[in-house]
């Protein structure tokens, strides 16, 4: 079967930071994988998705960026974290439709 | 834009009611409709619904969409307080990223 994992579960950082979280997907091959950020008082916002190794699009303008140096990893990172970059990180996958399977979330503060 | 509208945004009910979650949708090439659960972390499947007016029933959730006028609802049937969670709804566009949009989600607790 397949699963997701996705970490830390919880991170804090100090403004001007650097970022990396780093999501795997098991038992599953040439999946697309997804960034979303979920701010509060707000849905879902796709941030980044890519339908395989080294295909980024980037949905919003931001201070992010995404890579996906093997089939089945995707890192989330950032040279120097903004106050507004604050929220709950989903990590998620998808085959074949768009049934997406979504990671546990890392939920990111900024100090 | 597209644009995806949940309402209401939060609902508390005691537990045995029925309750009834909207979700509009305005997107250029829709292709499914998703409804999921989101209790503390990791948004859990319910549905996916692509053709009109055929309900996907589970249990005690039951949905349907129009793809007419551009909605869909979420029934629950004799709430329980394990149902207290954050229901989205997301339109799945045509293409083939297989992106969805989401709205902003029904907060619905359910009280003894």
């Known amino acids: 079967s397949q699963t997701i994992h996705q970490w830390p579960a919880t991170l804090v950082q100090p403004v001007g930071s650097p970022l990396s979280l780093e999501c795997t997907v098991e038992g599953t091959s040439n999946p697309n994988l997804y960034w979303y950020r979920q701010a509060a008082g707000r849905g879902l916002q796709l941030l980044f998705y890519s339908v395989g190794i080294g295909q980024i699009s980037s949905e919003v303008p931001q201070n992010l960026s995404a890579s996906r140096p093997q089939d089945r990893q995707f890192i989330l990172s950032s040279k120097k974290l903004l106050l507004s970059d604050s929220g709950f990180y989903l990590c998620?996958?998808?085959?074949?439709?768009?049934?997406?399977?979504f990671g546990d979330g890392t939920r990111l503060s900024i100090l | 834009e597209d644009k995806v509208v949940q309402s209401p945004l939060s609902l508390v009910v005691h537990e045995g009611d029925t309750v009834t979650l909207n979700c509009s949708y305005e997107?250029?090439?829709?292709?499914?409709l998703l409804w999921y659960k989101q209790e503390k972390k990791a948004p859990t499947f319910l549905f996916m619904l692509?053709?009109?007016?055929i309900e996907k029933k589970s249990g005690r959730l039951s949905s349907i969409l129009d793809k007419k006028e551009l909605f869909s609802i979420l029934n629950i049937t004799a709430t329980q307080t394990g149902d207290s969670a954050v229901y989205l709804c997301?339109?799945?566009?045509?293409?083939?990223?297989?992106?969805?949009?989401f709205g902003k989600g029904t907060k619905l607790t359910v009280n003894p």
């Open positions: 997301a339109v799945g566009l045509q293409g083939g990223s297989e992106k969805l949009v």
């Open positions: 692509t053709s009109s007016g």
């Open positions: 998620a996958w998808s085959v074949g439709s768009h049934r997406v399977h």
């Open positions: 997107v250029t090439n829709f292709r499914s």
